[in-house]
């Protein structure tokens, strides 16, 4: 603090340039997440440009200086995005103006549209990312250009850095309950703001599961941590082992990846019967980009989605009618226990008995020979079995596989993610005659003990594997299980050796930095994600559907005529209590005269408790850190009230002399 002290006080000119440009560096820099690198390292570039011109007092570079690098900046957008028009194309183009700007400050007015443009760079933060944290940075960002437009308005000496950042929370303090009343209020847009017409969609989360899936896709997925949904029951939360979260049904295999080979449509020949508890459940779901729904198994109703249509496949896939660009929330119903296609007879089983010609010689031969088994569960026991006692290993790096996949897996590598095991049991499966499927979706969940919700992230994705077999129908196996039975029973982490925190394993053995949620890094993700997860239900999910009913309940409360009496009673009681103020007020001339006490203390010249307008006036006079025109008006301002204070007590006030001192207390600045 000593060496803070001992530097240079700088000129006011310089110290207004540099609050300047940090506030425009807290606006500009979370857009380097999404804007070209060229973008970001340009503009880098030119705030230090600018801010060593600020030090060093060197002139600010000329026309013929920054024309070509404006329009070669323009070129690269072009180049960049195609286009000069759009949502992205068009922040970019404002954050360089913000930059270039910069440089080409020659009057105060210019100073006043780079704050301006600031505050609307604030908002298209917004376009990209609504988390908590962006919220938070740009609030700070706000009172940042608060704090350097105030400053730009003394025209005598400057209050202190902390003073003049008082002042601008203060503004903000006084903005928030009408920001609050419009949040609720003004009507909410039908989607967010990363769905407008022109975005890309960068803003928002992907589902990571796809229609299509081949060996080493999943793996990719187990190494994000972002969040799928969120699931909160109303019970008890069932054990790991039993949260299968069912999306996608793949039944087409060319070889090389399996497909869905059906179509979306209304369930048509599928039976479903349910038995025993259900499990009553929401779930919210991320944006994804996707149509597709997931539930826990197996789900006894269709959801029912604000603002979508909902559908179900016969392979009791769920989905909407468009992508679903914006996170949603939807109340769930499943039962455990239940029995899918349980009759004698399946309809045409062919359809889940294919298998490519020419691929996987040997696991179609293994397959053939299973069928010496006459039960079916005995053929699949077998298959587990190999997977159990022969040295399959489950890892997060699976060796590449060529042409013949399964065959290389099975025979060779040994070595698989979840979408090896039931990719290759299926093609066992029907290669035994055995009609099989492959089912994709999420497994396990981590609760959060402080606000109650499961969080299903995108490395829980699965894929496990379902059976037909006569008179129980459609049956879950799930051949990770034989292989990584902790993978199911706890999580990703307990079945493969996770990467070391922040890359050093040197932190791997300390419990601070352990997987558990009893850890130091485990509480502190719990409590970073109930605030995360808290922002997201009521703030980002308040949907137009929402806000509506909020207005209509509303609406039914005030119609009653006792909410509306007690709603009368208080603002007559208000305005009862305004009146007797006003009454109690002080004369006006003492408030003008606290007005310009509290004025002057703003500018560094408080007034002592003790000192009277006089000793006070010549106080002012003597500091000399008023400028010339304020100090004449301050000191005016004080003998005239001094005259009237000290002069014999008058029966009403002055109106003239108030007016007389207002004027004088607009001119000290």
């Keep these: ?20 440009l940090g506030s425009a560096l807290l606006v500009l820099a979370p857009h380097a997440a999404h804007l070209p690198l060229w973008v970001s390292l ?39 995005y195609k286009t000069l028009l759009g949502r992205d194309a068009g922040v970019a183009m404002l954050v360089l103006l913000v930059a270039f700007k910069m440089l080409e400050m020659h009057a105060r ?10 505050f609307f760079l604030v908002l298209t933060n917004f376009f990209y990312a609504q988390g908590i944290g962006t919220a938070v940075l740009m609030v700070a960002a706000v009172l940042a250009l608060l704090t350097t437009q105030l ?17 601008g929370a203060r503004m903000l303090l006084f903005a928030a309950p009408i920001a609050v009343l419009l949040f609720f209020v003004f009507p909410r847009l039908g989607g967010p703001l990363w769905s407008m017409p022109g975005g890309s969609g960068n803003g928002s989360a992907k589902s990571g599961l796809s229609e299509r899936m081949a060996p080493g896709q999943m793996s990719n997925l187990a190494m994000s941590d972002e969040p799928a949904f969120r699931v909160r029951f109303e019970g008890a939360v069932p054990p790991k082992a039993q949260l299968y ?40 779901l991320e944006p994804s980009d996707t149509r597709w729904l997931f539930s826990l198994e197996m789900a006894g109703h269709m959801p029912e989605v604000p603002g979508y249509q909902t559908q179900v496949s016969h392979q009791l896939e769920l989905s909407t009618d468009r992508p679903l660009a914006g996170r949603v929330r939807y109340p769930m119903i499943s039962y455990p226990d239940y029995a899918l296609d349980g009759r004698d007879t399946l309809d045409d089983p062919n359809q889940w008995l294919l298998l490519p010609y020419g691929y996987n010689p040997k696991a179609l031969a293994a397959g053939i020979a299973l069928r010496k088994e006459a039960e079916p569960a005995r053929r699949i026991e077998q298959v587990l079995q190999r997977f159990r006692e022969q040295p399959y290993s489950y890892t997060l790096e699976p060796p590449l596989l060529g042409r013949h996949s399964v065959d290389e897996f099975l025979y060779g590598t040994r070595a698989g993610f979840c979408e090896h095991y039931s990719g290759a049991f299926v093609f066992l499966m029907r290669a035994a005659g055995i009609p099989a499927r492959v ?53 990703l982490a307990a079945a493969v050796t996770p990467p070391p925190p922040f890359g050093i394993d040197a932190l791997r053995g300390l419990s601070m930095f352990g997987a558990n949620g009893d850890s130091l890094l485990g509480r502190l993700r719990n409590a970073l994600g109930a605030v995360n997860n808290s922002w997201n239900q009521w703030v980002l999910n308040y949907t137009p559907e929402r806000q ?10 005030l119609a009653g005529w006792r909410v509306a009496g007690l709603i009368m009673l208080g603002a007559g009681v208000l305005l009862l209590g305004r009146i007797l103020y006003l009454r109690r007020e ?23 408790a003790d000192e009277g307008p006089t000793a006070y006036a010549a106080r002012i006079a003597a500091s000399q850190q008023l400028a010339p025109p304020s100090l004449h008006a301050a000191a005016e301002f004080l003998r005239r009230y001094s005259a009237w204070r000290y002069a014999p007590p008058q029966p009403a006030p002055d109106r003239q002399l108030a007016a007389t001192l207002k004027r004088l207390l607009s001119q000290v600045r």
């Design 548 to 557: 509506r009913g909020l207005l209509q309940s509303v609406g039914e409360s």
């Design 439 to 491: 089912v994709t979706g999420y497994q396990g969940g981590e609760l959060n003990p402080i606000d109650g919700y499961v969080t299903v992230r995108q490395s829980d994705a699965h894929a496990w594997a379902e059976v037909w077999l006569r008179g129980r129908g459609w049956v879950r196996v799930d051949p990770t299980a034989a292989v990584a039975p902790e993978r199911v029973r706890r999580n």
């Design 586 to 608: 002080h004369n006006p001339i003492e408030a003008v005269y606290s007005s310009l006490c509290k004025r002057l203390a703003h500018l560094g010249l408080a007034r002592a």
């Design 42 to 80: 340009l503009c880098a570039a030119t705030l230090a440009w600018r801010g060593a011109i600020t030090l060093r007092g060197k002139r600010m570079p000329s026309a013929m200086v920054l024309l070509p690098i404006a329009v070669g900046a323009m070129a690269g957008i072009q180049f960049s």
């Design 245 to 284: 979260w069912r999306g996608l049904v793949l039944d087409a295999f060319d070889g090389t990846a399996w497909t869905r080979g059906g179509s979306i449509a209304t369930r048509s020949g599928t039976s479903l019967r349910v038995r025993g508890q259900a499990q009553r459940y929401e779930v919210t």
């Design 109 to 118: 007015r210019d100073l006043y549209v780079v704050i301006f443009l600031c």
């Design 1 to 20: 603090m000593k060496a803070l002290a001992s530097l240079p006080r700088l000129p006011r000119d310089k110290a207004d340039t540099l609050l300047l």
């Design 151 to 167: 400053s730009f308005q003394f025209t005598g000496s400057v209050p202190k850095l902390g003073t003049r950042l008082a002042m």
